[in-house]
């Protein structure tokens, strides 16, 4: 666990990780997520977005909802950079056991590798997970 | 230590609830605080008191509620998340109130340790 930093007025500024496990569709937990996210971003937070296992699959370029009555908030992704989210991360093991490359996701996000991903998490004050 | 908890499951569907219900129980039996219970995605379902289980299961709804009363514990229900599922200040049950993702964050921030319950 990392020490939060308390800036000159008096406010503390925690290192944040949403965690996303799960597909873009089949379940609420993505889009509520992607929603908790674009709020929390206001907060001055040092926010910080995983993805692995299936979650992988939620910045995947070229999704096709319109059958399943569902919102396409893929491109909502893109948008996290003007909220100031730049710290995004792919686990690379996630990546290569569902056939994913870069050139398939939404946004650039940076890869790494399983055991990074671990160090990641340990590295955080708070981790909201789903 | 200063507990944030997070209930991202609906009750009896999942044990998340129980399993969130039994630690902030045990926690406050040590002397611990608990900050604020949040509850997000189907959690939110934890405070609609029309929930009407049968007599001999445990009542989740109550449950909380009782502990909020006995305990004065904040217990919050995600705004939009409610929205979505119908969970509005008509349905909800006695200690529960309605608010934002702010309030998470700040109890995130002012907590020691945030504990999750859920998948």
């Known amino acids: ?130 | 230590m200063k507990f944030a908890i997070v209930v991202n499951e609906g009750p009896y569907n999942h044990q998340a609830s129980d399993s969130a219900y039994q630690f902030v129980t045990h926690a406050l039996a040590k002397g611990h605080e608990v900050l604020r219970v949040f509850f997000y995605y189907d959690g939110v379902l934890n405070a609609n008191k029309l929930s009407a289980p049968q007599a001999d299961d445990r009542n989740i709804v109550k449950r909380w509620s009782q502990l909020a009363q006995d305990n004065q514990i904040d217990l919050t229900v995600c705004v939009a998340a409610g929205l979505r599922r119908g969970i509005i200040d008509d349905v909800l049950a006695p200690g529960f109130r309605i608010a934002g993702i702010g309030q998470l964050i700040d109890s995130c921030i002012d907590a020691g340790r945030t504990v999750v319950f859920g998948d």
């Open chain 1, 1 to 130: 666990m990392s020490d939060a930093t308390e800036t000159a007025d008096g406010l503390v500024t925690k290192r944040f990780l949403y965690v996303n496990r799960k597909a873009p569709h089949g379940t609420v937990y993505a889009l509520e997520v992607l929603e908790m996210i674009l709020v929390a971003a206001m907060y001055e937070q040092d926010v910080h977005v995983a993805f692995l296992d299936d979650g992988v699959f939620q910045l995947r370029k070229n999704q096709a909802t319109e059958e399943l009555e569902m919102k396409d908030f893929s491109k909502t992704y893109r948008a996290l950079e003007d909220y100031g989210v730049e710290k995004i991360f792919l686990e690379k093991e996630s990546m290569e056991e569902r056939g994913l490359t870069p050139d398939d996701l939404v946004i650039p996000a940076a890869t790494i590798d399983r055991k990074q991903m671990t160090e990641l998490m340990d590295s955080m004050d708070v981790v909201l997970s789903a």
